[in-house]
T-cell receptor
């Protein structure tokens, strides 16, 4: 079982629709969760971070975290063609000693295409 | 403020050669992490350095090494290059040892021929 799993897609939505991206993780004690956007040929760009259960909204983006279900999601409202990219879910996995350090574990990414 | 900067942006090397990649973190950030990203996959953790000490290491062979300098910049070294080392190498900086938020540089595209 992969530590962080995402549906690779591609996910295709029409312009103006809500895009829903999902991610599950295996480590119950993970504490920090991130969404990155990566355009083709570019590096990942941090768009959302979430640390506690519930929703966190930032503009058109909403991150949702459910630690009991080990599930984190990203909603993009009013999707635009410029949102077309690969979205990477990243989790700060706690190591065997129970401490957290700088390692992020990424899913393989979900390719999102927003068509006009 | 400048973001994370990496050099070079592109590099072509021959099998068996050695390569050094460089990274300057965001001003004030003391943690630097290195990742390898092959096409179609998410980045894979290689190293984290914080306050000039190695704080974490991923599942990479000993051919991979790194260090952090007093100004918090970092180098990633790869010896005896293999074709499979061809990838995008990403440097990320964050403020603290625990990865609250990590910001990536533009990456170095390494091609081994």
């Amino acid at each position: 079982q992969k530590e962080v799993e995402q549906n690779s897609g591609p996910l295709s939505v029409p312009e103006g629709a809500i895009a829903s991206l999902n991610c599950t993780y295996s480590d119950r004690v993970s504490q920090s969760f991130f969404w990155y956007r990566q355009y083709s040929g570019k590096s990942p760009e941090l768009i959302m971070s979430i640390y506690s259960n519930g929703d966190k909204e930032d503009g058109r983006f909403t991150a949702q975290l459910n630690k009991a279900s080990q599930y984190v999601s990203l909603l993009i409202r009013d999707s635009q063609p410029s949102d077309s990219a690969t979205y990477l879910c990243a989790v700060n996995i706690v190591n065997a000693g129970g401490t957290s350090y700088g390692k992020l574990t990424f899913g393989q990414g979900t390719i999102l295409t927003v068509h006009p | 403020d400048a973001g994370v900067t990496q050099s070079p942006t592109h590099l072509i090397k021959t099998r068996g050669q050695h390569v050094t990649l460089r990274c300057s973190p965001i001003s004030g950030h003391k943690s630097v992490s290195w990742y390898q990203q092959v096409l179609g996959q998410g980045p894979q953790f290689i190293f984290q350095y914080y306050e000039k000490e190695e704080r974490g290491r991923g599942n990479f062979p000993d051919r991979f090494s790194a260090r952090q300098f007093p100004n918090y910049s970092s180098e990633l070294n790869v010896n005896a290059l293999l074709l499979g080392d061809s990838a995008l190498y990403l440097c990320a900086s964050s403020l603290r040892r625990e990865n609250t938020e990590a910001f990536f540089g533009q990456g170095t595209r390494l091609t081994v021929v």
